[in-house]
């Protein structure tokens, strides 16, 4: 039994009822038992939260960790310590490793692992197919029972339809949830730009976005035929937004997500070759940018995720076209998130709506909430503080931040799994 904890004289930001309030929260038993007024203090140890913000803690669909087979790029326990100094109290984890969790046997092991090392809850995705190699679908249903939440091929898309088809038909009688990765792979393959004046300036191999309103359109139209589960990890562009809207509005179960970097960053920022900026998708326009941040904060589009992608220093010293794609964001994911508060593009209980509230509610997940029952998994955060990002202070093996070197707003305090301190700023 654990102790009774207060957290008073807080600025409680609630993204169910879209306010924020000066008041505390009770916690009894790894729960939030009530919530207290500002002025109440009821028995048990009490931390003053001194007017900081308390949020549910973030729900990170689309974590990287290299484990099994490149150990030396992140691990579970260094993954866990990066999510708990980032606010992140759920890593939801993806199946892209050496080799790919593509059975029961490996997503045991990798479970095992996360429970030993990691800080934070850690659920892990598996394969939609063998090898990620679009031929052959996993075993879902033995996968579910192991405890996969959620089932993706990460970017390695599946060109075969009639495999994808047959995927999501037996996914749909399973009720499992089925993440894709919306980018035509023939228009992808080998771009490192997005299409436009800046790429042909600068002699980069670029994409149309038009690919990813392609893969999009074909995704939706089987989701029609087969009724699946569907979530896109990370739309980018203006374009793929009307599919995604028509395709709400005829009631499939179709969600999106997007990545905090194509929110707060754009093709420019790649500048002089800078492969820190080179992701995957590739970063886009700034109408694009801010077409997609208009699409959060209308609710079109449900949640932001880091897309934590570590790469080890060798993969990325290298010319643009050559280096890998990828940054870490577990730590920045937050203060690059005050980005858009601070640029009042998107207020604090919408931005925890699509970073707590809505992938808890995808995943079937109880957190992301500060409602009594709920699980007190919080952040305590401060979303004015400056600092100048330093990539060398990050808790990932690897470093590869587009950050480094950034004025940013806003600090992490402390943060809570299940009632439990698990990181505080000293």
Same mark, same amino acid.
């Given at each position: 039994?654990?102790?009774?904890?207060?957290?008073?004289?807080?600025?409680?930001?609630?993204?169910?009822?879209?306010?924020?309030?000066?008041?505390?929260?009770?916690?009894?038993?790894?729960?939030?038992?009530?919530?207290?007024?500002?002025?109440?203090?009821?028995?048990?140890?009490?931390?003053?939260?001194?007017?900081?913000?308390?949020?549910?803690?973030?729900?990170?669909?689309?974590?990287?960790?290299?484990?099994?087979?490149?150990?030396?790029?992140?691990?579970?326990? @260094? !993954? $866990?310590? +990066? *999510?708990?100094? #980032?606010?992140?109290?759920?890593?939801?984890?993806? %199946?892209?490793?050496? &080799?790919?969790?593509?059975?029961?046997?490996?997503?045991?092991?990798?479970?095992?692992?996360?429970?030993?090392?990691?800080?934070?809850?850690?659920?892990?995705?598996?394969?939609?197919?063998?090898?990620?190699?679009?031929?052959?679908?996993?075993?879902?249903?033995?996968?579910?029972?192991?405890?996969?939440?959620?089932?993706?091929?990460?970017?390695?898309?599946?060109?075969?339809?009639?495999?994808?088809?047959?995927?999501?038909?037996?996914?749909?009688?399973?009720?499992?949830?089925?993440?894709?990765?919306?980018?035509?792979?023939?228009? @992808? !393959? $080998?771009? +490192? *730009?997005?299409? #436009?004046?800046?790429?042909?300036?600068?002699?980069? %191999?670029?994409?149309? &976005?038009?690919?990813?309103?392609?893969?999009?359109?074909?995704?939706?139209?089987?989701?029609?035929?087969?009724?699946?589960?569907?979530?896109?990890?990370?739309?980018?562009?203006?374009?793929?937004?009307?599919?995604?809207?028509?395709?709400?509005?005829?009631?499939?179960?179709?969600?999106?997500?997007?990545?905090?970097?194509?929110?707060?960053?754009?093709?420019?920022?790649?500048?002089?070759?800078?492969?820190?900026?080179?992701?995957?998708?590739?970063?886009?326009?700034?109408?694009?940018?801010?077409?997609?941040?208009?699409?959060?904060? @209308?609710?079109?589009?449900?949640?932001?995720?880091?897309?934590?992608?570590?790469?080890?220093?060798?993969?990325?010293?290298? &010319?643009?076209?050559?280096?890998?794609?990828?940054?870490?964001?577990?730590?920045?994911?937050?203060?690059?998130?005050?980005?858009?508060?601070?640029?009042?593009?998107?207020?604090?209980?919408?931005?925890?709506?699509?970073?707590?509230?809505?992938?808890?509610?995808?995943?079937?997940?109880?957190?992301?909430?500060?409602?009594?029952?709920?699980?007190?998994?919080?952040?305590?955060?401060?979303?004015?503080?400056?600092?100048?990002?330093?990539?060398?202070?990050?808790?990932?093996?690897?470093?590869?931040?587009?950050?480094?070197?950034?004025?940013?707003?806003?600090?992490?305090?402390?943060?809570?799994?299940?009632?439990?301190?698990?990181?505080?700023?000293?």
């Amino acid at each position: 039994m654990m102790k009774p904890l207060n957290l008073v004289n807080a600025r409680l930001v609630d993204s169910e009822t879209g306010s924020i309030s000066i008041g505390g929260l009770r916690i009894e038993n790894g729960r939030i038992s009530q919530r207290l007024d500002r002025d109440e203090r009821p028995g048990g140890e009490t931390v003053d939260c001194n007017l900081k913000h308390l949020a549910p803690g973030i729900v990170d669909i689309g974590v990287k960790v290299c484990e099994p087979g490149e150990r030396h790029k992140e691990s579970y326990r @260094s !993954a $866990g310590l +990066a *999510a708990a100094a #980032g606010g992140v109290t759920t890593m939801v984890t993806r %199946p892209d490793t050496t &080799p790919a969790i593509d059975s029961p046997e490996a997503l045991e092991f990798v479970t095992r692992r996360a429970n030993q090392a990691a800080a934070v809850n850690v659920l892990p995705m598996a394969a939609l197919t063998k090898g990620r190699a679009g031929r052959e679908m996993t075993e879902i249903g033995f996968l579910m029972d192991a405890g996969a939440v959620a089932f993706t091929d990460c970017d390695r898309v599946v060109t075969d339809t009639k495999v994808l088809s047959r995927a999501l038909s037996y996914a749909r009688s399973l009720g499992a949830l089925v993440i894709a990765h919306p980018q035509d792979p023939g228009l @992808s !393959a $080998g771009a +490192a *730009a997005t299409s #436009g004046k800046f790429a042909s300036l600068r002699g980069l %191999p670029a994409v149309s &976005p038009m690919a990813e309103r392609m893969a999009l359109d074909r995704d939706i139209a089987l989701v029609e035929m087969t009724g699946a589960r569907y979530h896109a990890d990370q739309i980018t562009c203006a374009r793929a937004l009307p599919a995604l809207e028509r395709a709400k509005q005829n009631g499939h179960d179709v969600t999106a997500g997007t990545s905090i970097h194509h929110l707060t960053l754009n093709a420019l920022d790649v500048a002089d070759y800078r492969t820190f900026f080179k992701l995957k998708p590739p970063l886009r326009d700034e109408t694009d940018r801010l077409a997609v941040a208009d699409a959060v904060r @209308s609710g079109l589009i449900d949640v932001i995720s880091s897309m934590h992608t570590p790469q080890d220093e060798e993969s990325k010293r290298l &010319p643009f076209e050559e280096a890998a794609s990828g940054a870490v964001a577990l730590e920045t994911l937050l203060p690059a998130a005050m980005r858009l508060y601070h640029a009042d593009l998107i207020d604090l209980p919408t931005l925890w709506r699509a970073m707590s509230l809505n992938p808890a509610k995808r995943l079937g997940l109880d957190s992301g909430r500060l409602a009594a029952g709920a699980p007190a998994d919080l952040v305590l955060f401060d979303p004015d503080a400056p600092f100048l990002m330093d990539r060398t202070t990050l808790r990932s093996k690897s470093r590869n931040t587009p950050f480094d070197g950034a004025r940013m707003q806003g600090r992490v305090l402390a943060t809570y799994v299940a009632g439990q301190r698990v990181y505080e700023r000293s």
